[in-house]
């Protein structure tokens, strides 16, 4: 501890993000660490609050095994109708302007764990900048299928990322959509 009064002496000790200070936050679903990396990026770029999307009954790899028709994630995929458990406790959008979606791309779509998430919140005063990450696939017609069951908020084009996107490349994605 330096003598110096720190920015929090007032309150909060300045070290500690306070929810809901940028405005902005950035929540995800990664079962892999792929698009946790990016969220992770979006966050200290934007300064944003970060919120993870945890299964309530995490994904083993054999749940992930897309070429099995019967794997778990397979089996969600295939029901629309699918919802599973998330296990995180629920975040409040109270006090966001702008929210950062993001996933994984499964099977040509997002998870069904983000139609569990985008059911459970009221958009109204947001806007919602969909991005996912994905071995070749595009974000297709995955984030618009997640603005229609949410029915609220200002859904922006979403943007698809390689694993491997870099910092920089992100920090202009980012710089462009504030201009
Ligand atoms: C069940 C499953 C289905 C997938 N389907 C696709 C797909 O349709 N197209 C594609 O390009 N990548 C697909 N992938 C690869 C993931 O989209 C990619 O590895 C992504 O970056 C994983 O993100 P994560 O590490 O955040 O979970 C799939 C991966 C899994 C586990």
């Not at 000790?13 to 902005?24: F, R, V, W």
């Not at 919120?51 to 089996?75: C, M, W």
Request: hydrophobic share 35%; with cysteine.
């Amino acid at each position: 501890m330096s003598d110096e009064p720190s920015q929090g002496d007032a309150g909060t000790p300045a070290s500690e993000p306070q929810d809901g200070e940028s405005g902005i936050l950035v929540a995800y679903f990664s079962a892999t660490g792929n698009t946790k990396a990016v969220a992770e990026q979006i966050a200290a770029v934007t300064g944003g609050d970060l919120y993870e999307i945890v299964p309530a009954q995490p994904y083993t790899d054999a749940d992930l095994d897309y070429g099995n028709s019967e794997s778990r994630s397979s089996l969600e995929m295939d029901d629309p109708d699918a919802r599973p458990e998330i296990g995180s406790e629920a975040v409040d959008l109270t006090g966001y302007s702008t929210l950062y979606l993001g996933y994984p791309i499964w099977h040509g779509q997002a998870p069904r764990i983000l139609n569990t998430f985008v059911e459970q919140h009221d958009f109204d005063t947001l806007t919602i900048i969909p991005f996912c990450t994905s071995g070749s696939s595009g974000i297709g017609s995955s984030a618009q299928g997640l603005a229609e069951l949410a029915g609220s908020g200002d859904w922006l084009e979403g943007t698809r990322f390689s694993a491997g996107v870099s910092a920089a490349d992100l920090q202009l994605w980012i710089e462009d959509l504030q201009q």
